[in-house]
């Protein structure tokens, strides 16, 4: 088994989530409505991806407007004030603009004035990415408490006329608040761990507009502003690496699977979490699956989740939860939390 040394760490201070907080956008674009503009079909987006609406933004709708929204709802959720947030961090590959960051935008509309703030970019492992720093900055006692938000509008750069992927992706935020908890009461942020494999970038990406293929100059492939996923690549790496992922974590925190109360991985496709889930012997109870509302949101797919099973009474207070994302970089992660 492959370990990170540099990012798993045991802490002395607990980081322990407060609150969490949602928000997707009103409108929602069905399976059906996709067999209007391309040649498809319920049964068969169902049946590959376990997807059967997605939430999108209409205009006025941003990465800022929902992750405020989301950090909001967290706040509201903790019984925080903004100014009592130290940490600002916003996991996005579909930021408000090229700068200032999404973070920096999101703490101006809450009011946080005492955070700074930042964006990070590991695409569908932005979450898990971000809760292993906000967990290193509060267990190292340098900080009491970070707000992480996983955002995207994936919608604004996908392209509709591309059946394989345009079916798989939707908008929405998700927001967790890490607080310093002294008294013991939860172990919080108990383990995590990220691995990233550059050399697997051309399987996912979005190529336009960075410094290599700037807007000064003429695009090769007009389709260069899209994302371009290869799916059955992604497939097959995701399913090994998740795999690894929950060995490693129960292996490190001396778990076992029945100890985990739920299993939250990356929404990307509901094939590959049955797969997982199987191989790993978890049961249907212990596996959370809302793909079948919200597709793929990429890096605010797991903080959704976490947000509705916190909501829905689907873990309570105490509860060991596992959090393992996969995605473009390519990069993988997870977290190990008690409630
Ligand atoms: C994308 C994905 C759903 C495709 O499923 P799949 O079983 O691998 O399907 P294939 O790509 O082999 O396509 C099978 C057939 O369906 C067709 N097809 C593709 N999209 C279709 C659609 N929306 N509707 C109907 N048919 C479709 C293909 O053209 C192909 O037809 P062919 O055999 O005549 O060439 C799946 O590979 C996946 O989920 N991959 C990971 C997704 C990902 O990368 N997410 C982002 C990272 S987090």
Not at 39 to 52: H, L, Q, V
Not at 170 to 184: H, S, T, V, Y
Not at 214 to 238: C, F, Q, R, T, W
């Amino acid at each position: 088994m492959v370990t990170n040394p540099t990012v798993q760490s045991a802490v002395p201070t607990c980081a322990v989530i407060a609150g969490t907080g949602s928000c997707v956008p009103e409108k929602v674009l069905t399976n059906e409505d996709f067999t209007k503009i391309i040649e498809t079909s319920d049964e068969w987006i169902s049946t590959r991806t376990g997807i059967k609406e997605r939430h999108v933004v209409s205009e006025g709708e941003t990465t800022a407007t929902l992750a405020a929204e989301a950090a909001r709802r967290a706040l509201t959720d903790a019984k925080m004030n903004p100014e009592e947030l130290n940490i600002i961090i916003v996991a996005t590959i579909t930021p408000e603009m090229v700068f200032p960051s999404t973070a920096c935008f999101v703490q101006a509309a809450i009011g946080a004035t005492n955070a700074w703030a930042f964006d990070l970019c590991a695409a569908c492992s932005g979450f898990v990415y971000g809760l292993a720093i906000a967990q290193q900055y509060i267990g190292s006692g340098r900080y009491r408490s970070a707000l992480v938000i996983g955002a995207e509008t994936l919608t604004r750069i996908t392209d509709y006329t591309d059946r394989a992927s345009c079916i798989l992706f939707g908008d929405g935020a998700g927001a967790a608040i890490l607080k310093a908890d002294d008294a013991g009461a939860s172990m919080g942020v108990m383990y995590s761990t990220a691995f990233s494999d550059g050399t697997g970038w051309t399987s996912l990406n979005c190529k336009a507009y960075g410094s290599r293929n700037p807007v000064s100059k003429p695009l090769a492939d007009p389709k260069m502003v899209y994302m371009n996923i290869n799916g059955k690549e992604v497939y097959h790496v995701a399913v090994r690496r998740i795999v690894e992922l929950v060995n490693e974590c129960l292996e490190k925190c001396d778990l076992r699977v029945e100890d985990i109360a739920l299993f939250i991985p990356h929404q990307m496709n509901a094939r590959i979490i049955e797969s997982v889930g199987k191989r790993l012997h978890f049961t249907d109870d212990q596996i959370f699956i809302n793909i079948h509302k919200y597709g793929n949101t990429s890096a605010a797919s797991i903080p959704i989740a976490l947000d509705e099973a916190r909501r829905t009474g689907r873990v309570k207070k105490g509860d060991i939860v596992l959090l393992v994302a996969f995605g473009g970089g390519l990069t993988w992660g997870a977290n190990v939390i008690q409630l």
